[in-house]
């Protein structure tokens, strides 16, 4: 029987740290000895670029733009340790739909088997979710990954972002589409942004996968155009994206989460605007007394 090909799909608001995350997922795992495909789903096509030494490669959209008909190894190229890397790339500017570029690139591989040719063990999709459209959502509704993870700091708009992927998630939970496995924290560096994503995770049955700190090592190997993991594979900072890759290695149950309604989502912030005030008072209060 042929082996089971795992594929998951990693979501989030633009810059929020998805290729960095993603990439250093894609690494730990490809270093723990799996074959991985990252399939950069963002129109911005930048999604394997610290696995290729900062190198732009080719991405599908481009390639079908000059040539008309395109053959999977045309797009498909090698990064850090081997691993598979391609982009769907993005609409010429102006012009035409953002998610096409993923429904093109999707079925093109699908159509040629490229997965099962290749005998990969992991697939990880790289999508931009600011906007869950049609084209953003093929990998979660036609049930291509299985589990879906999101990226989010505690900064509003990050989580506003993933309350919306976890409206689509549920939207096609009923109709095979994939579910959530859980949250990916990212840049968490104080004691209130793990307890504003630990409480969003709680209000929409879901979980923290790992709570990753920002740090300057990722941006030192980003410069070098390389993945944390390849660039400082002893700093504490791999030691995290390892756990959570070996996290997703052992996930298997995902879930329907259960997104807030906007008004519910509008008073979850607000209850944390006064939470984040009384915690401000508190701290000034105790600067006070220690000066005094
Ligand atoms: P996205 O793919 O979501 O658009 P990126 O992964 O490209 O976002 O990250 C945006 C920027 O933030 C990059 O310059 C990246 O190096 C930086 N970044 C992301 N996560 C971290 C982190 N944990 N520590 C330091 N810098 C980070
Ligand atoms: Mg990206």
Not at 26 to 49: E, H, I, M, R, W
Not at 125 to 154: K, M, N, Q, W
Not at 190 to 216: G, L
Request: aromatic letters at 8%.
């Amino acid at each position: 029987m042929a082996k089971k090909i795992k594929q998951i799909a990693i979501y989030g608001k633009g810059g929020i740290g998805k290729s960095t995350t993603t990439s250093n997922i894609s690494a730990a795992l490809s270093k723990q000895g799996y074959k991985v495909l990252q399939f950069g789903c963002d129109p911005k096509s930048d999604s394997t670029n610290t696995l290729r030494g900062g190198d732009y490669i080719p991405t599908v959209l481009d390639t079908l733009r000059e040539k008309n008909s395109v053959k999977a190894q045309d797009v498909l190229f090698r990064g850090f340790n081997g691993i598979y890397c391609v982009e769907a790339g993005g609409p010429a500017p102006g012009v035409g739909c953002a998610g096409r570029g993923i429904i093109t690139a999707v079925q093109l591989f699908k159509q040629q088997r490229v997965f099962e040719e290749l005998d990969l063990d992991y697939v990880i999709y790289d999508v931009l979710g600011d906007v869950v459209c049609g084209g953003f959502a093929v990998p979660i509704r036609e049930g291509i990954a299985e589990h879906v993870f999101t990226v989010s700091s505690s900064d509003f708009m990050s989580v506003y972002a993933s309350n919306n992927l976890f409206k689509g998630i549920q939207k096609y939970s009923k109709s095979g589409g994939a579910l959530l496995g859980g949250i990916i924290a990212n840049s968490i560096n104080s004691p209130y942004a793990k307890d504003i994503v630990d409480d969003f995770a709680r209000v929409t049955n879901t979980k923290i996968m790992e709570y990753v700190p920002r740090s300057i090592t990722v941006t030192q190997s980003e410069l070098h155009g390389k993945t944390t993991i390849e660039n400082a594979p002893n700093s504490e900072q791999a030691k995290i994206y390892n756990r959570l890759a070996t996290k997703i290695n052992e996930h298997v149950e995902s879930r329907t989460p259960s997104p807030l309604g906007v008004q519910e989502l509008r008073d979850w912030a607000s209850q944390w605007a006064d939470k984040l005030l009384d915690l401000e008072k508190g701290a000034l209060l105790t600067q006070t007394v220690g000066n005094l």
